[in-house]
């Protein structure tokens, strides 16, 4: 994703609210929530340097915890907001995509994200981000991912992040002391 194209997000999210009297705290909360969705790489650095310096094993204990809570809460307050975005910036999008998810193409795997196994979406999830897979949910699937399907991804990526960083800290740590 580029720079612009990042600022664009940053601004549509801070701009955006669904609760009246609340745009200020939303702005602030949605900024964040973009912040964090693109700090992956810095969040598995600071793991592994973590798990190099302390026990591996309870720095992804902790890590993973930690990580499952703000991703859930992320997760969530994207899919309690979208709806908001949606009707006052995508209106003309929204069109087209109701088109798409109606037509012959899109219809299987627009069944696949909303109604298919939450192994699925986890994994999906693992792989890319937590906030990526809500995203995409909600985006292809037109409806609210809902919380239980939040808490699979959520769990899902922070499993992953944690037992990437932590694995990486310690091969650095093994590397560290031998030296």
Same mark, same amino acid.
């Given at each position: 994703?580029?720079?612009?194209?990042?600022?664009?997000?940053? @601004?549509?999210?801070? +701009?955006?609210?669904?609760?009246?009297? /609340?745009?200020?705290?939303?702005?602030?909360?949605?900024?964040?929530?973009?912040?964090?969705?693109?700090?992956?790489?810095?969040?598995?650095?600071?793991?592994?340097?973590?798990?190099?310096?302390? &026990?591996?094993?309870?720095?992804?204990?902790?890590?993973?915890?930690?990580?499952?809570?703000? &991703?859930?809460?992320?997760? &969530?307050?994207?899919?309690?907001?979208?709806?908001?975005?949606?009707?006052?910036? /995508?209106?003309?999008?929204?069109? =087209?995509?109701?088109?798409?998810?109606? /037509?012959?193409?899109?219809?299987?795997?627009?069944?696949?994200?909303?109604?298919?196994?939450?192994?699925?979406?986890?994994?999906?999830?693992?792989?890319? &981000?937590?906030?990526?897979?809500?995203?995409? %949910?909600?985006?292809?699937?037109? +409806?609210?991912?809902?919380?239980?399907?939040?808490?699979?991804?959520?769990?899902?990526?922070?499993?992953?992040?944690?037992?990437? %960083?932590?694995?990486?800290?310690?091969? @650095?740590?093994?590397?560290? =002391?031998?030296?």
């Amino acid at each position: 994703m580029t720079l612009s194209s990042m600022r664009a997000s940053v @601004a549509v999210v801070a +701009q955006s609210s669904s609760e009246p009297g /609340g745009s200020a705290r939303s702005g602030v909360i949605g900024v964040l929530v973009v912040l964090w969705w693109f700090s992956d790489a810095v969040v598995v650095i600071g793991v592994a340097a973590l798990a190099a310096w302390l &026990n591996p094993l309870i720095v992804f204990v902790v890590a993973t915890i930690v990580l499952t809570a703000i &991703n859930l809460g992320c997760c &969530n307050w994207i899919d309690r907001h979208w709806d908001g975005w949606m009707a006052r910036y /995508g209106k003309r999008f929204e069109k =087209r995509l109701e088109k798409m998810r109606k /037509g012959r193409v899109m219809r299987h795997p627009v069944a696949w994200i909303t109604s298919g196994s939450g192994a699925l979406f986890g994994l999906a999830a693992a792989l890319t &981000n937590a906030i990526n897979a809500v995203v995409l %949910g909600r985006l292809i699937g037109g +409806q609210p991912v809902g919380e239980r399907r939040a808490l699979i991804a959520a769990v899902s990526f922070s499993i992953f992040g944690a037992g990437l %960083g932590a694995l990486i800290g310690f091969a @650095a740590g093994d590397i560290i =002391r031998a030296l």
